[in-house]
């Protein structure tokens, strides 16, 4: 049909309940994968059509979620006593050596008007600490409890390392197999992310972890205007330098992220791609820069930091931010004016 906004509200009307019905035709079938093929029809009729009436596919996804969740208490009852599963040794990437001088300040639960008049007003990164800590995700969220409750859930993923490279694309597979493949895998380079903005809509039950800074009433909008995104993936994976239009809290969950931020200031010295798709993201690659061909990287003032579980990085709208992850990492933005 195209691409996907310019295809009519009653054509993914119709592309959901094909869904649907498709979905209903596979649980009628007595074959031991149709419950499986059917969620990934719900969650295809989710990703890519439009509301139906009485949330129809959310409910469909709730029952097949609970019979395949018997399914699989059934089978570690069978298998109680076979050997651990091997565990994947991955080497550690490289820590970034960091500069105190140009270190992103910190904050313990500062007052809504300390941080609107020194950060908010003024623009200035900051992090800060203790204001998320109550959120369930920091306790309950790993691997394992990702797997548990998301993993024959099929999503959108970015495959490659960075979105800036040639061989970058992006793929649709379940959370178990994105696990699998990109986050245990033997093979380090194989980099994936499951960076996505709808994540916490089509999974209920992750959205229940998770809250929405105090920090947003500052906003002009509303809640129902903020925008949340996940972003998972194994150690390594790059955001490259990119600036938002909005304000951004970016929470760490799970693992440790290296975060570098450059003001809008900077910009001329950081070479923004001409044309119009990638005009906010840099050509630089900031940990390694071609200084030959980007001579004036070199002058640009930036700050850098690393961010951990409970960490919540205030990143003003237009700054420029890279981003790094040190670890298995699962962070969630939330983007608000
Ligand atoms: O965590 C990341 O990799 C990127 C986050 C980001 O760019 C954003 O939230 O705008």
């Given at each position: 049909m195209g691409p996907w906004r310019e295809v009519r509200g009653t054509w993914r009307k119709a592309f959901a309940w094909g869904c649907l019905l498709r979905a209903l035709g596979l649980c009628c079938q007595d074959t031991q994968g149709g419950p499986l093929q059917a969620l990934r029809q719900c969650d295809l009729g989710l990703l890519l059509g439009a509301p139906l009436p009485g949330d129809a596919l959310q409910r469909v996804v709730g029952l097949l979620q609970r019979h395949l969740h018997g399914l699989e208490v059934d089978k570690e009852k069978e298998e109680e006593g076979a050997p651990p599963p091997k565990k994947i040794q991955r080497e550690f990437p490289v820590r970034p050596a960091m500069k105190s001088e140009a270190s992103i300040p910190y904050l313990l639960c500062p007052s809504l008007e300390h941080f609107r008049d020194h950060y908010l007003v003024p623009q200035k990164p900051l992090v800060l600490e203790g204001i998320v800590s109550h959120w369930p995700c920091m306790k309950k969220w790993s691997v394992a409890y990702l797997r548990q409750v998301a993993g024959s859930r099929t999503v959108p993923v970015e495959l490659?390392?960075?979105?800036?490279?040639?061989?970058w694309s992006q793929a649709l597979m379940t959370v178990g197999e994105f696990i699998d493949r990109y986050v245990e895998n033997e093979f380090p380079d194989h980099t994936g992310y499951l960076a996505q903005h709808q994540l916490f809509e089509q999974i209920p039950e992750l959205k229940a972890d998770i809250g929405v800074p105090d920090y947003c009433c500052l906003g002009k909008g509303d809640e129902d205007d903020i925008t949340v995104n996940a972003w998972f993936g194994p150690a390594g994976t790059v955001s490259p330098l990119h600036h938002d239009p909005q304000h951004n809290?970016?929470?760490?969950?799970?693992g440790q992220k290296y975060i570098r931020l450059y003001s809008p200031q900077q910009s001329e010295r950081l070479y923004p791609h001409e044309g119009h798709l990638l005009h906010n993201t840099s050509q630089v690659d900031v940990e390694d820069p071609d200084l030959e061909t980007f001579p004036q990287f070199q002058a640009a003032a930036f700050q850098e930091g690393l961010l951990g579980p409970g960490q919540v990085l205030f990143i003003p709208a237009g700054h420029w931010h890279y981003v790094r992850a040190l670890d298995t990492s699962f962070s969630v933005s939330f983007w608000w004016s």
């Open positions: 490659g390392s960075r979105y800036t490279d040639q061989e809290f970016l929470v760490q969950v799970m």
